[in-house]
T-cell receptor
Framework: DTGVSQNPRHKITKRGQNVTFRCDPISEHNRLYWYRQTLGQGPEFLTYFQNEAQLEKSRLLSDRFSAERPKGSFSTLEIQRTEQGDSAMYLCASSPQPGQGPAEAFFGQGTRLTVV | EDQVTQSPEALRLQEGESSSLNCSYT??????LFWYRQDPGKGPEFLFT???AGEEKEKERLKATLTKKESFLHITAPKPEDSATYLCAVHLYNFNKFYFGSGTKLNVKP
């Protein structure tokens, strides 16, 4: 399977614990995005990487959130001191560098986080 | 402020009853508009990219069209397996991200 892979698919954690999610993008894609989606809403942008450089972060991303993409390959999203409001689906997407037109983003299956 | 609005929020159709979903946008510098399908508990699945006003794309029972202010996703003779949430997203020239609408939840009854 050469699609975007996310692990784990589900995570239940106690409030205050740290969690880390992993995303493996499509191998030839140099752009990687993290989004968050709550029930009944569209995905909200969190952060964006081009290769290993994190080029943009949403104001939604508090100091408890950090993302990395070492060597421009897989990426991790860590949430420290989780809160119940962090419960959501965390989606990763990758896309190639746009040419003359836009480049489609392809999504993984997401990681469903539940904070209890 | 840039906005992407989808309507209706939910749509119930009988099998075979054609209809259209709407995505309107108030953005500047549109690079492209995308349609995705999302099944419960899964990530969005890419359907179409539209680049410029007047463009149309088709796939099976789905056809997407684009004007300067909105896009339509036409569903012809839908089947129950077309039931899903349909999301539209815009990509702007000056921003390296996709802005999503809230989606239309489609339910097709047999």
């Amino acid at each position: 399977d050469t699609g975007v892979s996310q692990n784990p698919r589900h995570k239940i954690t106690k409030r205050g614990q740290n969690v880390t999610f992993r995303c493996d993008p499509i191998s030839e894609h140099n752009r990687l995005y993290w989004y968050r989606q709550t029930l009944g809403q569209g995905p909200e942008f969190l952060t964006y990487f081009q290769n290993e450089a994190q080029l943009e972060k949403s104001r939604l991303l508090s100091d408890r959130f950090s993302a990395e993409r070492p060597k421009g390959s897989f990426s991790t999203l860590e949430i420290q001191r989780t809160e119940q409001g962090d419960s959501a689906m965390y989606l990763c997407a990758s896309s190639p560098q746009p040419g003359q037109g836009p480049a489609e983003a392809f999504f993984g299956q997401g990681t469903r986080l539940t904070v209890v | 402020e840039d906005q992407v609005t989808q309507s209706p929020e939910a749509l119930r159709l009988q099998e075979g009853e054609s209809s259209s979903l709407n995505c309107s946008y108030t953005v500047s510098g549109l690079r492209g508009l995308f349609w995705y399908r999302q099944d419960p508990g899964k990530g969005p699945e890419f359907l179409f990219t539209l680049y410029s006003a007047g463009e149309e794309k088709e796939k099976e029972r789905l056809k997407a069209t684009l004007t300067k202010k909105e896009s339509f996703l036409h569903i012809t003779a839908p089947k129950p397996e077309d039931s899903a949430t349909y999301l539209c997203a815009v990509h702007l020239y000056n921003f390296n991200k996709f802005y999503f609408g809230s989606g239309t939840k489609l339910n097709v009854k047999p």
